[in-house]
């Protein structure tokens, strides 16, 4: 019989795996897809993916520890662009980046939403 496959390949296998590095491995077959859509397709399919990764874990500590340091490596490779929409300000507010969710409060705050 074959080993089990850990990281992205099965969520619920990857606490041996260094949060960081499972991060680096969502964005690295995630960013493709996510770069061609909309922020707020963007939001859609993030919503989609936490939804799914969140059932998959055995222990929700490690997904809270990887999920937001997922969405910063995506903010960081989609361009760290300035926020222009609500879409945009939710998912720079799941980022484990202080500075993204600072930019995220201080955009919902002006009334922009």
């Not at 795996?17 to 690295?28: G, H, T």
């Not at 490596?73 to 300000?89: D, K, M, S, T, W």
Request: proline share 8%; net charge negative; hydrophobic share 40%.
């Amino acid at each position: 019989m074959g080993k089990e496959p850990t990281g992205a390949n099965n969520p619920a296998a990857a606490s041996d795996i260094p949060p960081e590095l499972l991060a680096e491995e969502w964005a690295n077959r995630c960013l493709g897809p996510l770069q061609i859509l909309s922020w707020p397709d963007r939001l859609v399919a993030l919503k989609e993916m936490h939804d799914q990764l969140r059932d998959d874990f055995r222990d929700f500590t490690v997904f809270c520890e990887v999920f937001p340091q997922f969405v910063r490596i995506l903010v960081e490779r989609l361009g760290n662009e300035p926020i222009h929409c609500l879409e945009q300000a939710h998912i720079y507010a799941n980022s484990a980046d202080p500075d993204h969710r600072t930019m995220a409060g201080a955009w919902l705050k002006r009334g922009q939403a």
